[in-house]
């Protein structure tokens, strides 16, 4: 919307450019990255109105000085300054009033609606503790539900228990007091919160919780510590990947698989009868299932959906060998790409039998299902894709997964991209 704005008036306005393409392209440029360092759409439920103010401020204060600078970097002596002013006053209006109004409406949906709500609770009983229950029941601006409160020092407290209501009540944030947990329960809260697709968050006191980087917040005048901070999570990042994902996905599309498609539907039906795609249910971000698409490369069998491509897997077609060995086979998931359900780049999703299986198995293995997953990703490229032969395999597959979700960057994306197109080329031998 705010890109909407910025290029709509400057197309209006009669500010003389001389060459309009330039200017839409500075301009949009330079306000993704202003919005970036300046962190403008990270914007949380429980922010204060003080805060807005603040990046609004920030943002125009450097949007003003990148707006007139470009008259002396491109040379612009035509240009009406009056009419620049003017274009300036009238985009900090209405982003402005766009920002606050979108800001107040959505803590009066939540409270007066009961909408966009988040179901909470607190392990803890303690002076912190019952300021921050206060908060939640009392600022239902914020729109957090809730739910209840335990006590770990009292005989009734039971931890699993405790995991058996988060589960059964569907919660979504944990806070956890650190000063009445002991080492192994905060272990065992931190485990079940990766496992299961949990925030889960901290009320400090004077104890070194973790070695690793924290992240703080106030909720009113409560601090607490994220255990995790997800880049994705910001909205100017999820905003530049999905808008990559789009265009990359369209290029694939129109430039590749408009002609290719039709010579491997000829190829895959003459060796084979069957369809030319292959669809099979897989698990995407926060574990919703999706359908996957591939060229289909085996003949059709009934284990599809079970059974894991081994190496000299007699169901795999002589065109699907070669699909399977140079990667064509996953082009059809630009069209995943292309609807929102995966990302060029993210964890590969696995069969929902896998994801079963894993997800019991497997220690943090559901903190992939943070982020969409990907056509390739960082365990593929570092030599993890294919088929698990043992628990090494899988382990190591959610190390690279999970340095990717809390690590990423574009440039990381590019990397990864790059170094999957060398490996089609060389070959991998996992690729079967």
């Not at 920030?58 to 990148?66: I, K, S």
């Not at 197109?421 to 060389?426: D, E, H, Q, V, Y």
Request: aromatic content about 16%; proline content about 3%; glycine content about 4%.
């Amino acid at each position: 919307m705010d890109l909407a704005v910025l290029n709509t008036f400057l197309y209006i306005l009669p500010i003389n450019f001389q060459t309009p393409v330039l200017i839409h392209v500075y301009i949009s440029m330079a306000w993704l990255i202003i919005s970036t360092k300046n962190e403008f759409y990270t914007v949380y439920r429980f922010s204060k109105v003080t805060y807005i103010f603040r990046l609004l401020f920030v943002q125009f204060v450097f949007f003003f000085l990148v707006l007139y600078a470009f008259i002396g970097f491109f040379k612009q002596p035509i240009i009406s300054r009056l009419a620049l002013g003017e274009y300036f006053i009238i985009v900090f209006l209405i982003i402005s009033t766009l920002k606050l109004l979108s800001y107040f409406l959505l803590m009066e949906y939540r409270e007066r609606v009961n909408g966009n709500l988040r179901n909470v609770v607190i392990i803890g009983k303690n002076k912190k503790t019952d300021q921050l229950r206060q908060v939640f029941n009392e600022r239902t601006e914020f729109g957090y539900n809730f739910q209840k409160q335990f006590a770990p020092q009292s005989k009734e407290f039971d931890i699993q228990a405790c995991l058996d209501y988060i589960l059964e009540k569907n919660i979504d944030e944990i806070y956890c007091s650190v000063s009445e947990l002991g080492n192994k329960e905060l272990a065992k809260f931190i485990s079940f919160a990766d496992n299961n697709l949990k925030t889960l968050k901290f009320i400090p006191d004077n104890k070194n919780i973790f070695s690793k980087k924290l992240k703080f917040e106030y909720y009113d005048y409560i601090p607490v510590l994220s255990l995790r901070d997800i880049p994705l999570d910001n909205p100017i990042n999820a905003f530049i990947k999905r808008s990559f994902d789009i265009v990359f996905s369209l290029v694939v599309i129109i430039g590749l698989l408009s002609w290719l498609t039709p010579i491997l539907a000829l190829l895959i039906t003459l060796e084979s009868k069957g369809p030319v795609f292959f669809r099979q249910t897989r698990n995407g971000i926060d574990n919703r299932e999706f359908y996957c698409y591939k060229f289909r490369s085996m003949a059709p069998n009934v284990n599809a959906d079970h059974i894991q491509a081994t190496k000299n897997d007699m169901r795999i077609t002589k065109i699907g060998k070669f699909i399977r060995k140079t990667s064509i086979d996953e082009l059809p998931q630009f069209y995943n790409v292309l609807f929102g359900t995966m990302s060029v780049v993210g964890p590969r999703p696995h069969m929902v039998k896998h994801t079963n299986e894993y997800a019991t198995s497997v220690d943090k293995y559901m903190v992939r299902h943070f982020v969409k997953p990907g056509i390739t990703g960082l365990a593929q490229v570092r030599g993890y894709r294919g088929e698990i032969e043992t628990d090494t395999d899988i382990q190591n597959r959610i190390k690279f997964d999970i340095f990717y979700i809390e690590n990423w960057s574009l440039f990381l994306d590019l990397k990864i991209m790059a170094q999957t197109i060398i490996n089609a080329f060389k070959g991998e031998a996992k690729a079967y």
